[in-house]
Structures are given as structure tokens and as C-alpha cells.
């Protein structure tokens, strides 16, 4: 019987974004690769694709339909692994693999960072602490993201059979990566900038957690002194609106884009001078790794996301998550220091070169699948 795993997310986006290549990998190594999520899209790499209407609020009633064709799915297809992502589609995936488990599936949860954690919102850890902690009772190996998560995991005691860490989900290098003055020159060109204007950019959805405000107050602290300064925000969502009219307010419009959502970042990020990123949590942010991977600094708000990525005057800064005024100071130094940009770019650079390409986290991937694979072999051996 050939060996088959289930990846399961909130939406099916979350796999060609992140997962991909270790599902190529699977499949090479001779697993049947199967995918539950909500969405249409098509996805290489999987032989077979469910759509359960997984609802990205824990409390939509919708999630009961989701959670009652999880479990079908999983009875039916006798899984050896199941692999479970996201916040709601984690918990729906794994109570859904309680039986499976019993019958000797192995089940791996992939936490993209935590909801509670230092700084957390006290509703948070009352809501969604024991709901993951309870959960690591069904789960095999638990996976984290950043050191924090991880060290959480380990105090808190968390009862997963093993828990682990790895860095991120890994940036293609070769995609994003600097370009020379030449390159940024022609795609400033394409892109109606002028090679001496200062291009700030901020990839992420307008929401209340990703806090854009922020940049747009700050950029209106600096619009005096750094008046050739351009806010490129790539990216949707419910407060993009929100975030117009304050830069209306704030009489810095001309010097805002609105770039919605966007896939070309690879030919955005390395036409601009600097990253920033505001976000109040953060797991282990992809958006700011790709930025760094392009040798851009960045700027960015106090999380433990970006605090274990960015390192203060080595590729860049940190700032307090409302604190306007260090943002925009941070802003201003790099506007006008070529010397400074290059040598917080050049390290970003190195950092993601040393533990954060895919390459990296696929092989950190590979030695936890490797020991599930093995159990799988052993299981087949005795029956």
C-alpha cells in the first residue's frame, strides 16, 4: 500500500506560498500527497485536493461542516501522516485525526506563531492558550517557527510527543535576491520611480494586526526633510481604506501607493531602499525575510517575529509598535546614509543566507519527515 500524507490549512494560498517544495520532496520520495482547504486553486505537486470550507473565525458555525468532511476524508483515505497548518485549520485537522491517530497516523502541527505570547492581549492567552495546549495531547510532533514559540512549548509543557524547531518556512535566494544599479535603475524606470527617490515598502493585508497607521504617521513626521520619501504598501484588506484617508489627513498622499495585492515582490523589493514592517505579532514573518534576502534593511515594530530576524544597527532597527516618532527617526537616518543602507542590506542579506533559505528549512523539514517515514516502514514490516 503506497504511503500517503494530508496537509491541511484555513485556505489552500497557504500551501502554494509556503509549501511546496517540501510536498515535491515528498512525492519524490514516493508519498502520495494529498491537500485539504478551502479554495479552488490547482497546486502542483498534489495528487488529490479537497475544498472544506474552513472559516478563518474559530467560532463560524461553518467550521462544524468543516470539521465533519475533515474526518470523513481522513477515515476514508487512511492517512500515515496528517500535516496540519494554520490557526483554525490546525485545531479542526487534528481533532479531526483523533481516531486516525489511535490507528497509528502520525499527526504534526506546523504552529505559525502562536497567539498568546509575551505582550499578548490577556483574552488571548484565556482563549487560545488551552486550546493549544490541550491540542498538543493529539499531536506528534509540534513544530514551531521562532525560539520563543519554541521555548513556550518546552515550559509550558506542552504534552506533543516531540517538539521542534525549525526557521521559518525558507526563502528562495535565487528568486529574491539584490540586484546592481543598472537593474534597480531600469525597474525604477518600469515602474514610474525616480532612481533618487527613497522607496520605502511594506507587503502585508490591511489589517488591524499588521497596523499600517503606523508607517503612514511616521512618514508624516519625515515628509519635511525627506520629501523625495515614497510608502509603497503592497497588499489588501478590510482597512486599506482606513489607511487612505489618514494619509489624506496627514496631507502625505502624493507620497503613499497603494499597490494591492501583488506578485511580482521579487521585482519590487529589490528596486527599494528600505523594508518596514509594523506589525503587532508576528510568528517569523516571511514578507520582512524576503526583504532582507533582497539586501534591503528594515525597519520594524517591536514583536517576537521580527526581533528574532532583525538586529539592532546590524541590518536594521527596531521600534516600540506605536512608538511614531523612533520609526520615523530610523526612517530618516537610513534616507540619509547610502553607506548605512549598504551595510544593514548586506547583512540582512547574510542572516537569511545562513538559516533561512528553503533550502535550509526543507533539509530541517526532511529529518522530521525522515522519522515518521521510518516508524511508517517499521508499521508495514510487522503487519
Known amino acids: 500500500m503506497g504511503k500517503k500524507i494530508l496537509f491541511c490549512a484555513n485556505v489552500d494560498e497557504h500551501f502554494e506560498a509556503f509549501h511546496l517544495p517540501c510536498m515535491e520532496w515528498l512525492q519524490n520520495q514516493g508519498w502520495e500527497v494529498h491537500v485539504a482547504a ?125 517538539i521542534q524547531h525549525i526557521h521559518g518556512v525558507g526563502v528562495n535566494v535565487e528568486r529574491f535576491k539584490p540586484v546592481d544599479k543598472m537593474m534597480k535603475r531600469k525597474l525604477r524606470e518600469k515602474n514610474g520611480y525616480h532612481i533618487d527617490d527613497f522607496l520605502m515598502v511594506n507587503a502585508a493585508e490591511f489589517n488591524k494586526n499588521k497596523n499600517q497607521q503606523l508607517l503612514i504617521k511616521s512618514l508624516a513626521e519625515i515628509k519635511s526633510d525627506v520629501p523625495y520619501a515614497r510608502l509603497l504598501l503592497a497588499g489588501e484588506g478590510e482597512l486599506m481604506d482606513n489607511c487612505r484617508r489618514l494619509a489624506e489627513e496627514l496631507e502625505v498622499c502624493h507620497m503613499v501607493e497603494f499597490l494591492g495585492f501583488r506578485k511580482d515582490m521579487d521585482e519590487l523589493l529589490p528596486m527599494c531602499d528600505i523594508a518596514v514592517a509594523s ?67 548586506s547583512e540582512g542579506r547574510r542572516i537569511v543566507e545562513s538559516k533561512y533559505t528553503v533550502d535550509k528549512v526543507l533539509a530541517g523539514l526532511k529529518n522530521i519527515y525522515s522519522v515518521y517515514m521510518n516508524e511508517v516502514r517499521e508499521n508495514e514490516g510487522t503487519n
Not at 468532511?69 to 500515515?80: P, V
Not at 537616518?333 to 547610502?338: E, G, T
Open 38 to 162: 478551502s479554495g479552488d486553486l490547482h497546486l502542483p505537486c498534489v495528487n488529490k485536493k479537497f475544498n472544506i470550507p474552513i472559516h478563518r473565525s474559530p467560532f463560524h458555525s461553518q467550521n462544524v461542516s468543516a470539521y465533519q468532511k475533515l474526518k470523513a476524508i481522513i477515515t476514508e483515505n487512511q492517512y500515515d501522516v496528517v500535516h496540519c497548518h494554520t490557526p483554525v485549520g490546525g485545531v479542526l485537522s487534528r481533532l479531526a485525526s483523533r481516531s486516525a491517530r489511535k490507528q497509528g497516523a502520525k499527526v504534526i502541527y506546523t504552529a505559525h506563531g502562536f497567539h498568546f505570547c509575551k505582550g499578548a492581549p490577556l483574552l488571548n492567552w484565556l482563549l487560545y492558550y488551552p486550546i493549544e495546549r490541550g491540542l498538543s495531547y493529539y499531536t506528534d510532533c509540534l513544530i514551531t517557527i521562532n525560539e520563543e514559540d519554541y521555548q513556550l512549548a518546552i515550559n509550558h509543557r506542552f504534552q506533543a510527543t516531540d
Open 279 to 345: 506589525s503587532l505579532r508576528e510568528g517569523l514573518p516571511v514578507n520582512v525575510m524576503e526583504a532582507m534576502a533582497c539586501g534591503l534593511p528594515v525597519i520594524a515594530s517591536k514583536n517576537r517575529g521580527h526581533q528574532e530576524l532583525i538586529h539592532d544597527e546590524i541590518n536594521g532597527y527596531t521600534v516600540g509598535c506605536e512608538d511614531v516618532r523612533a520609526m520615523a527617526d530610523k526612517m530618516k537616518s537610513v534616507a540619509q546614509s547610502d553607506v548605512l543602507k549598504r551595510k544593514l542590506g
